[in-house]
T-cell receptor, first 109, second 115 residues
Framework: ELKVEQNPLFLSMQEGKNYTIYCNYS?????LYWYRQDPGKSLESLFVLLSNGAVKQEGRLMASLDTKARLSTLHITAAVHDLSATYFC?????????FGDGTTLTVKP | GAVVSQHPSWVICKSGTSVKIECRSLDFQATTMFWYRQFPKQSLMLMAT?????????EQGVEKDKFLINHASLTLSTLTVTSAHPEDSSFYIC???????????FGPGTRLTVT
């Protein structure tokens, strides 16, 4: 059974600071996704990572994938309040996605 | 492009009644649709995967007779919660993917409250 572990589960950080969210998974994966969820809303796709060494960046967020270590990271640079949300990684295996527990990020002024 | 809609966005029903939730891909053909359930402050749990024209594949622990899924066309899948109970109250989210895409496109979700 595929397991996906995210850490930390809760993250409170000040504006302007940097931090990294980690996503570990237990078996080989076809691809890895990062999503954002705002309270009461559905998921917004952030990144799709397809291969070892993949790195994608959008604004203050950068995601990377190390398939050998079965690890993906989501790095936040110079956080701003608008980034406050819950972030999920999800791993695709055998045609279906398994989600991590999510990281709830709060960015304080 | 790649928009998925859900209807209704929220619904309140009484115990013992049935509720149908629709999931539509508006601008692409969804060969596969997924139904998830999310309880407050928890992650998404996959309930079932459906491919157009074939029976849905349910995850372990999901009652197929209670959660009826139909994927009758390449743009529509429905989830019917039969004989709903208060413990079925949750946020139900569908997603869809097409044959060529790496992405799953998520609908806006349906909040079900059973009283």
């Amino acid at each position: 059974e595929l397991k996906v572990e995210q850490n930390p589960l809760f993250l409170s950080m000040q504006e302007g600071k940097n931090y990294t969210i980690y996503c570990n998974y237990s078996t080989t994966s076809d691809r890895l996704y990062w999503y954002r969820q705002d309270p009461g809303k559905s998921l917004e796709s952030l990144f799709v990572l397809l291969s070892n060494g993949a790195v994608k960046q959008e604004g203050r967020l950068m995601a990377s994938l190390d398939t050998k270590a079965r690890l993906s990271t989501l790095h936040i640079t110079a956080a701003v309040h608008d980034l406050s949300a819950t972030y999920f990684c999800a791993v695709l295996n055998a045609g279906k996605s398994t989600f991590g527990d999510g990281t709830t990020l709060t960015v304080k002024p | 492009g790649a928009v998925v809609s859900q209807h209704p966005s929220w619904v309140i029903c009484k115990s013992g009644t049935s509720v149908k939730i629709e999931c539509r891909s508006l601008d692409f053909q969804a060969t596969t649709m997924f139904w998830y359930r999310q309880f407050p402050k928890q992650s998404l749990m996959l309930m079932a995967t459906s491919n157009e024209g074939s029976k849905a594949t349910y995850e372990q622990g999901v009652e197929k007779d209670k959660f009826l899924i139909n994927h009758a066309s390449l743009t529509l899948s429905t989830l019917t919660v039969t004989s709903a109970h208060p413990e079925d109250s949750s946020f139900y989210i569908c997603s869809a993917s097409d044959r060529d895409s790496y992405e799953q496109y998520f609908g806006p979700g349906t909040r079900l409250t059973v009283t």
